[in-house]
């Protein structure tokens, strides 16, 4: 089974062959690469500043000058919405890093070495899954201050320890696979074994929870923003948009609350897809790991 | 055949009679979308609720007259005050001594009458609690409360006061049924203030039923009532924490009464046939503080250019739709004395030459704090930034949880440098104003407004009995606020109630809650 | 008999015993979280007339200014006599509150969870026999919806079309319609008080009240559902002794059975970690559907900074989840015996 032999003569084989195998994987993907693109040029392709107020043009409906209409405090929805998604991969980004950063060497001892680490890990795990989530954000990010550093870093660290206990579930499975076994009865030394061995499985098999991990955390930030904290006015953050708007869909003013409601709908749609998508390429059938 | 007809007679007024009487004694019901079920009701301890409730619980000696103002509608006059629970008074000559003579028969839903012992009980109280009862007491100058006779209390001022009278038109210190208060009383709570935090003992036009903590509170009309009978006899106060859903009851008439609904949202309830929205200007000023402790704004011609700084237009355009009324000065109409003593307008170099003259040629950074205490704090912040902007004042909002605005903007806490406030008061006097907003020993001094010279001035208002020289005052000390510019003075938000379409009656009261007796809905 | 009984004292016990740090670091964390931001309820609570000379005063007697690990000791010692403090918006005990309130809350979570594992699970599991089916990528695409759309928003919209517009569901002011009487109160749970008092009327108001928020909830809790358990039938049917039941000929309704046998125990974990979860979610759909439940009130004192409310109820909550997991790994080993 090489990749030699399986190599596609036309250039657009491969990526039709991924969509065949998972359709899901293709659209997750175009959804987050389309947000990426309006994060990336938003100053470029946004019609206004995200914060300019047309004082004389409050909540005008779309239509116009404003495509998707002005909200509240007289600025341009569709503006606020292009720039949202910068906040959005701002969190979600630098949270999943945090989580990555923290939850897997985390998992990896756990998992590997046992023993006390894997108690405490386990014993923290227990705590977290008691606690109250959102409740738990909630109170730090008013404890830290109103701000999107806290709120990202908050964020990452509660979503480390889920983190760790998938790959410290892989590592686990992996440990008790034949082929470690076998790498292990050759004389390897343990620390190559995880290196070489458990580590890149581990990290595809955990790779799939990754874009999950970031659309929860897209999620909670807009909640925590709905709820009142975390994010200053007047940042174009999807959720305080939401909040700000949900108040008028009953007077007739849907425009403020549906656009931004929409784009944060699609994007942790487009991470679901992209995580349920990856799950499936990288599903052990397929890897042909000595199972 | 004569018989029969009068027998016929005696019929059809028997039966028109036993119909005619549930009609008569048949309920009527308001139901009230709030934002949440009140805390608490005893006047002296505020608690989220507790004056709404209060105000149609508990009344006081005197109330305000009316009159009929430009609209054809009834309105509040300020400068009559009439007899209430006193039915008539006696003022000695140096204005400190007044007799007042309580109205009879005026009783309690429990039963008992109004004597003057319940009035002392209720100054006693206060004194023990060391609360809001007790602030109005020291701001109206009131050294002793004796009763003289069963229906007879003398009121000894240690300055005779302009404040007085209105302050006695309030519902604090409430006059309680101390009778059935007492029975209440334990030895570590002589004055049941425990049990007159849940329950209610006045003589005012309603009573509380029951509460159902975070769900309801029922209240009812005092069948003893001395005055006229309200309309409504019952008063259902529902919790809807979402504003949202409110409107939606409101329009769809599954309650009468919707509370504290976005300011925004009131233009399309206006147009909606089925819901009725009084609008009144009241006097309150949405206004932003400097505190001179702070620099920048240590130095006047910075906070003057802040205040050349702000376009009142867009202010007036898009935090307040076009519907508000500019404020000209610290105090505003129906105040009497109010002057025009604000005279800034917006112009971008006036303030930036300021600024420089200041010291600050390239501009100055601040931070604007605000909380969620009004619906415009965060629109009126924002526009704040913008045009502050244009003059070089580069402006970070930040919102802060109300509790810690609370706590830091207390009298002589005061760390707050740049704040939104509003500015209004239970009574509508000048000087009472004045002192609360603008002295340094008022209460609603948020920002560390400390200067001799005002102090002096409101001061001298306060026990000043000559009319032209009391105005006079009033206007010194209004232009004198306004030359130290450390207020923004912007709009008067108003009050805005919205009501189902049927609701009539509806007439403001200076502390700015709404009075339920006054309502009517025939439908 | 008298083993099995025995090893669930053992199981209890230890659990507990291990439970106890838990809590404890729960109560601490949350304690200490509430202290530590801007909030102030000192003034909220000296009222509007206050002066500093006042918030001191205040400070003292409510012993706010002493050191924060002796306010934590102060708090635990009360806390093991079963004083939970009072709400300081009107002196109200936080105990009595809670016992009035939560109820409230567990019937909305537990309605909820329940119709999403009925509904969801199933889904899962039949799409999981026919894996990228076509009713396998329906529900994929069906489930999604309930994990991307914020729970406050579906609520709003819900409101919208099925309140104001078409007047379907009745208003959400509250659990019951204002005419009827609410039936005297024996559990606290409003559907049990109906059934118990035989109060037909006030069920169906009570369910007719229930039926938007329940259906939001619904639709949140079921996504999950169906991924998860998809996912864990397809681990299984992929293991080794499926693999080596099928290779030795047994009959597919062998296989779903034995399959099945296996899913129960992650199922079930998954459910309790579900129902733990959305508990705390529960608090924004009962603000915006006016249920006054505990979450309403809990949220509330968060943002008001009422310190003994917030503390009762995430003690409450993680109270509630450890109670949870304790039931659900007990069921879970006493299913397999062989562990």
């Not at chain 1, 923003?225 to 009953?250: N, S």
Request: proline share 6%.
């Amino acid at each position: 089974m090489s990749a030699e032999a399986a190599t596609p003569s036309h250039w657009l084989a491969y990526p039709l062959g991924l969509a065949r195998r998972s359709p899901t994987f293709v659209v997750g993907l175009g959804i987050v690469l389309f947000f990426l693109g309006l994060a990336l040029l938003a100053p470029v392709i946004a019609p206004f500043n995200p914060t300019q107020s047309f004082s004389y043009e409050v909540l005008q409906a779309p239509g116009g000058r404003f495509f998707f209409g002005s909200d509240g405090n007289g600025m341009d929805v569709l503006s606020r919405v292009i720039h949202g998604s910068r906040y959005a991969f701002g969190i979600a980004v630098p949270a999943g890093l945090i989580m990555v950063g923290i939850g897997l060497p985390l998992g990896l001892l756990a998992g590997y070495k046992g023993g006390w680490l894997d108690e405490a890990l386990l014993r923290t795990l227990d705590v977290l899954r008691a606690f109250p989530t959102i409740i738990l954000a909630l109170a730090v990010v008013a404890a830290t201050g109103q701000s999107l550093v806290s709120m990202v870093v908050v964020i990452g660290l509660l979503d480390s320890p889920i983190f760790a206990r998938v790959v410290r579930a892989e590592v686990l499975t992996l440990r008790s696979s034949t082929f470690v076994k076998a790498a292990i009865a050759v004389g390897n030394p343990s620390w190559r074994v995880m290196w070489v061995h458990i580590l890149p499985n581990a990290i595809l098999g955990a790779t799939a929870q990754l874009p999950m991990r970031m659309a929860w955390a897209v999620r909670i930030s807009a909640t925590l923003a709905f709820i009142g904290v975390g994010i200053q006015a007047p940042t174009p953050e999807w959720g305080a948009m939401i909040r700000q708007g949900a108040e008028y869909v009953i007077t007739g003013e849907w425009w403020v609350a549906l656009f931004p409601g929409l784009a944060l709908m699609t994007l942790v749609l487009g991470f679901n897809l992209l995580g349920d998508g990856l799950t499936d390429l990288l599903d052990p059938k397929r890897r042909g790991v000595g199972k | 055949m004569i018989k029969s007809f009068s027998k016929t007679i005696m019929l059809v007024i028997g039966m028109w009679a036993t119909l005619a009487v549930p009609v008569v004694a048949q309920e009527k019901t308001l139901v009230m979308a709030m934002s949440a079920t009140p805390k608490g009701f005893d006047p002296d301890i505020w608690v989220p609720g507790q004056i709404e409730a209060a105000v149609n619980l508990y009344e006081g000696l005197t109330r305000y007259g009316t009159r009929t103002g430009g609209n054809g509608k009834p309105e509040v006059d300020p400068s009559k005050i009439e007899p209430h629970l006193a039915e008539s008074w006696t003022v000695s000559p140096d204005g400190k001594t007044y007799l007042f003579k309580l109205k009879k028969g005026v009783r309690s839903p429990f039963g008992n009458e109004l004597t003057s012992q319940d009035i002392v009980w209720t100054y006693e109280k206060s004194a023990v609690q060391k609360r809001t009862g007790q602030f109005m007491r020291t701001a109206a100058r009131i050294d002793k409360v004796e009763a003289i006779s069963k229906y007879e209390v003398r009121y000894t001022l240690s300055d005779a006061n302009r404040i007085f009278l209105g302050a006695l038109t309030l519902h604090l210190p409430a006059i309680f049924d101390s009778v059935e208060a007492k029975k209440h009383a334990t030895p570590e709570d002589p004055y049941a203030t425990k049990w007159l935090a849940l329950n209610t003992a006045g003589f005012g036009p309603y009573h509380l039923q029951t509460l159902q903590g975070g769900q309801q509170a029922v209240f009812v009309v005092n069948p003893n009532y001395a005055f006229k009978k309200p309309y409504f006899t019952r008063m259902v106060w529902r919790e809807v924490p979402s504003p949202a859903t409110r409107v939606a009851l409101i329009r769809t008439g599954q309650v009468q009464y919707a509370e504290q609904i976005p300011f925004q949202q009131l233009t399309a309830l206006r147009a909606d046939n089925s819901v009725k929205v009084e609008s009144v200007p009241g006097f309150g000023g949405a206004t932003v503080r400097m505190n001179p402790r702070y620099p920048p704004f240590d130095k006047v011609k910075v906070r003057q250019a802040v205040a050349y700084a702000t376009d009142y237009a867009a202010i007036g355009e898009a935090v307040f739709l076009g519907q508000g009324t500019r404020s000209r000065s610290m105090l505003n109409s129906p105040i009497a004395g109010a002057v025009s003593a604000y005279k800034y307008e917006t112009d971008y170099n006036k303030a930036k030459q300021l600024l420089s003259e200041a010291g600050y040629p390239n501009g100055v950074d601040v931070t604007l704090e605000y909380s969620t205490n009004w619906w415009w704090e965060e629109p009126l912040v924002l526009q704040m930034q913008a045009s502050m902007a244009k003059a070089g004042i580069r402006v970070t909002p930040k919102r802060i949880p109300s509790t810690e605005m609370l706590a830091r903007r207390t009298i002589n806490v005061w760390t707050v440098p740049f704040l939104t406030h509003l500015t209004s008061s239970f009574v509508p006097d000048p000087s009472y104003n004045m002192f609360l907003t603008a002295h340094c020993r008022g209460s609603s001094n948020v920002n560390a407004n400390c200067d001799a010279a005002m102090d002096k001035l409101i001061d001298a208002s306060v026990v000043e009995r000559d009319q032209k020289r009391w105005l006079a005052l009033l206007e010194q000390a209004q232009n004198l606020q306004a030359d130290s510019a450390t207020f923004v003075e912007t709009f008067l938000p108003g009050t805005h109630e919205v009501f189902a379409a049927c609701m009539k009656g509806y007439v403001w009261k200076p502390h700015n809650r709404l009075v339920w007796k006054d309502l009517t809905c025939a439908s | 008999m008298g083993e099995t009984g025995a090893r669930i004292a053992k199981f209890l016990l230890v659990r507990v015993a291990v439970s106890v740090p838990v809590i404890l670091g729960i109560v601490f964390l949350t304690f200490m979280l509430i202290r530590v931001g801007g909030q102030d309820p000192v003034a909220m609570l000296a009222g509007p007339m206050a002066d500093e000379a006042m918030l001191t005063a205040l400070r003292a007697q409510l012993q706010l200014d002493q050191p924060l690990l002796l306010q934590f000791a102060n708090y635990l010692f009360r806390l093991v006599q079963g004083d939970l403090g009072v709400s300081w918006q009107g002196g109200i005990p936080v105990w009595g509150e809670i016992l009035h309130l939560f109820p409230a809350t567990l019937e909305l979570v537990l309605l909820s969870v329940g119709l999403a594992a009925l509904i969801g699970v199933p889904i899962g599991l039949r799409a999981a026999t026919h894996p990228n089916g076509w009713f396998d990528q329906l529900s994929r695409f069906g489930s999604l919806a309930g994990f991307s759309m914020p729970t406050y928003w579906m609520g709003l919209m819900a409101i919208l079309v099925f309140f104001y517009i078409l007047r379907w569901a009745p208003p959400p002011m509250g659990r019951l319609s204002m005419e009827v009487v609410a039936p005297t109160v024996v559990t606290g749970s409003l559907l049990l008080d109906c059934i118990l008092a035989g109060d037909w009327q006030a069920l169906g108001s009570a369910l007719a009240h229930l039926a938007l928020p329940v259906a939001c909830f619904t639709l949140l809790a079921a996504a999950p559902m169906i991924k998860q358990s998809r996912a864990i039938l397809i681990e299984i049917m992929n293991s080794d002794y499926v693999r080596y039941a099928r290779a030795n000929g047994f009959s597919k309704a062998t296989i779903r059975k034995m399959a099945l046998r296996n899913a129960a125990t992650p199922l079930l974990t998954f459910l309790g970690m579900e129902l733990t979860s959305l508990l705390a979610a529960a608090a924004l759909v009962e603000y915006i559907f006016s249920l006054s439940g505990l979450g309403q009130w809990g949220l509330n004192a968060i943002l008001l900074g009422d310190f003994a409310v917030v503390q009762g109820y995430v003690l409450t909550l993680a109270l509630f989840s450890v109670f949870i997991f304790m039931v659900i790994d007990l069921i879970v080993m006493l299913l397999e015996p062989r562990r």
